[in-house]
C-alpha cells in the first residue's frame, strides 16, 4: 500500500514519472512502508555477457548499462528509498585489459557530465567512496563537483562506488585511527564499532539493508564488508543492461517479506516453555554433554 499511496502523492506534486512497470506490479501484497530498506546497495554484474550474448564488445554491455543505472536511481527515489550504493569500478577493475579500463573511465566521464547537472536538479545527493589516489585528476575534479553541487539535496543520498575496494577502505580506516592513538589522541582501549564505521569512507551512510547483485555469481566481491554486516541479500541471474524498475521492486518485495533479527530471535516466539520441551531439552543436552 505504501507505494501506490507514496508514489501517487510524489508524482502529482512534483511531476515526477512513475514508470509502467511501477503501476503494474502495485498490489495488495506490495510491502508497507517500515519494510522499505532505507539503504540498498547494488553489484551491477553481467555487462560483458549481455554483449557477448549479442556478439558484441563487452563495453557496449557498459554503455547500455548507463541505461539500467538511470532507471534503478528514478525508480529508487520515486519509491522513497533513502540511500542508494552503486558498485561502479572495483579497485581490481584494473586488472582489466587496458583498453576496457580506458572505457569504463570514459564512460564515467561522460555519465558525470551528462547526469549530475539532471541529478542535481531531482535533489539527488551525489557522493563517492573509495580510493582518490590514483584516480585521473580530471575524473577527482568531476567527483569533487558533483559533490560540491549537490551537497544539500535530500531526495536520495546516491554513492557511486568508484576505485573501491572494501578491504583497502577498512586499512584507510585503521590507519586513520592507528595515527590517531600513536599520537596520544585516542585510547584503542575505547574503539567502538560505531568509531570504525566513521573512520570508513562510507560515515554518515547508514548500513546497507538490502544488498542487490545482478548477473547470476553469488559473491560480495570486496563490496561493503562491515557495512553488509546484517544486509539482506537478493540475487538475481537478470545481467544488469537488463534490470530495471521491476526488478528493483522485486527485490523490496523480497526484502519485506524477510524477517531481520539481528542475531535475536523472533519477536513472535512464545517465551514459557511446557514441560514436556524442558524434558526434551535436558535429554538433547545428556545426548551431547553425557551425564555431568
Ligand atoms: C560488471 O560487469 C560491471 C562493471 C565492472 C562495471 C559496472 C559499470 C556500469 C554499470 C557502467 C558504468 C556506470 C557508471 C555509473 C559510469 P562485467 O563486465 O563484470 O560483466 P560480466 O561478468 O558479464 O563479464
Known amino acids: 500500500m505504501f507505494f501506490r499511496c507514496g508514489a501517487f502523492s510524489r508524482t502529482s506534486k512534483k511531476g515526477l514519472r512513475l514508470t509502467k512497470p511501477v503501476l503494474e506490479t502495485m498490489s495488495p501484497e506490495t510491502p508497507p512502508k517500515g519494510r522499505l530498506p532505507k539503504h540498498v ?141 600513536a599520537a596520544g589522541q585516542l585510547d584503542p582501549e575505547s574503539i567502538t564499532p560505531e568509531m570504525v564505521g566513521g573512520s570508513l569512507q562510507s560515515a554518515g551512510i547508514p548500513d546497507a539493508d538490502l544488498v542487490i547483485r545482478s548477473g547470476g555469481e553469488r559473491r560480495l566481491s570486496n563490496f561493503l564488508l562491515w557495512q553488509a554486516a546484517y544486509a539482506e541479500f537478493v540475487f538475481t541471474d537478470k545481467l544488469w543492461p537488463d534490470f530495471g524498475e521491476a526488478d528493483l521492486e522485486a527485490a523490496l518485495a523480497e526484502y519485506a517479506g524477510r524477517e531481520r533479527r539481528f542475531g535475536g530471535v523472533s519477536a513472535e516466539k512464545p517465551q514459557g516453555r511446557t514441560s514436556l520441551a524442558e524434558t526434551a531439552l535436558r535429554t538433547l543436552a545428556s545426548e551431547v554433554f553425557g551425564s555431568d
Open 41 to 181: 546497495a547494488i553489484i551491477m554484474d553481467g555487462n560483458g555477457r549481455w554483449a557477448k550474448n549479442r556478439l558484441l564488445p563487452r563495453e557496449a554491455g557498459h554503455v547500455k548499462g548507463i541505461s539500467a543505472v538511470r532507471k534503478v536511481v528514478r525508480a529508487a527515489r520515486e519509491l522513497g528509498v533513502q540511500y542508494l550504493t552503486l558498485y561502479t569500478f572495483s579497485t581490481e577493475n584494473w586488472r582489466r585489459p587496458e583498453s576496457e579500463v580506458r572505457h569504463l573511465m570514459g564512460l564515467f566521464r561522460r555519465y558525470c557530465r551528462a547526469d549530475v547537472q539532471k541529478l542535481h536538479g531531482h535533489n539527488v545527493r551525489v557522493r563517492f567512496i573509495g580510493a582518490r589516489s590514483g584516480i585521473a585528476p580530471d575524473i577527482a575534479e568531476l567527483i569533487e563537483h558533483a559533490e560540491t553541487l549537490t551537497a544539500n539535496n535530500t531526495a536520495l543520498n546516491l554513492a557511486f562506488a568508484f576505485n573501491y575496494g572494501s578491504r583497502e577502505e577498512l586499512a584507510e580506516g585503521m590507519r586513520a585511527l592507528a595515527r590517531k592513538a
